[in-house]
């Protein structure tokens, strides 16, 4: 199967520090992809650089083919690229159906007659949101609290909360950047099986996460940065025995600890 993001020899300086340089791999239809590494390894700024945040000093972005380098998020979002942070980005005092069709809203084109007028026209197109958000939040196992505002609602929750919101825009790949960080187990245990769902429906997932127990279980292929380079690429457990990455973050205890969750 053919790549669906490809990301060819990426990379981005600050005040003539290379934070990411000269990085590639590629992500499929309906796979999970993880890129791993120490604080400062450079991840969530090659987010930055995929999502449109920050213009790339070389290389290119492909989606589909297309080139997509520098687009700007809201353009990539209608071609079908979405993303979540690391810290969440919710409306607390919206409930959770309003914040999901938040999501929903940014594919919509702008009409400011019948928003304007109350036309007939635009409260169908408010019904249908708001069903699509309630089937996103249903999917999340968040339905129940529909009505509730999102400032009420657990830490893992919230980051389920931000994964409907980011599926309201129908992406054909989505970025997760720690998707659980800060959750306890059983929110991480939620989280990890809500990914493995959302790759099998076709979505293509590309994760930063520092919890490798997740990121062994659910990833079909990882990348492995240090100092903003890649060091490793390849199956989890291929990964996990890399002496490079053994060193620059697993540790031996690490790797204990990840062929343990193997097994």
């Known amino acids: 199967m053919s790549a669906l993001l490809d990301i060819s020899d990426l990379g981005i300086a600050f005040g003539g520090i290379k934070a990411v340089d000269g ?18 390894a450079g991840k969530t700024t090659l987010f930055n650089m995929i999502s449109g945040l920050y213009r790339p000093s070389q290389g290119q972005v492909r989606l589909d083919g297309r080139d997509i380098t520098a687009m700007e998020p809201h353009l990539l979002a209608r071609l079908g690229l979405s993303r979540t942070f690391q810290n969440l980005q919710l409306f607390g005092d919206m409930t959770l159906l309003e914040n999901v069709m938040v999501g929903h809203h940014l594919r919509e084109r702008a009409h400011v007659l019948p928003d304007l007028f109350a036309l007939s026209s635009s409260r169908r197109s408010t019904r249908a949101s708001a069903d699509n958000a309630l089937a996103l939040l249903r999917r999340v196992r968040l339905d129940k609290g529909a009505y509730r505002e999102a400032r009420a609602m ?57 919890d490798m127990k997740l990121v062994m279980k659910i990833s079909a292929h990882i990348v492995v940065l240090d ?14 025995r890399d002496p490079q990455v053994i060193a620059a973050y697993l540790g031996q205890h690490g790797q204990d600890q990840v062929l343990h969750a193997e097994r």
């Open 227 to 240: 100092h903003g380079r890649k060091i490793a690429e390849g199956a989890p457990a291929e990964v996990a």
């Open 154 to 210: 657990s830490y893992g929750a919230l980051k389920r909360l931000e994964i409907a919101r980011a599926l309201a825009l129908e992406p054909r790949i989505l970025l997760l950047d720690e998707p659980a960080a800060g959750c306890n187990a059983v929110e991480t245990a939620e989280i990890d099986e809500l990914i493995a769902e959302v790759a099998a429906s076709g979505v293509a997932i590309l994760l930063v996460e520092h």
């Open 23 to 40: 990085v590639s791999f590629a992500v499929r239809p309906g796979e999970i992809v993880s890129v791993i590494g120490p604080n400062g």
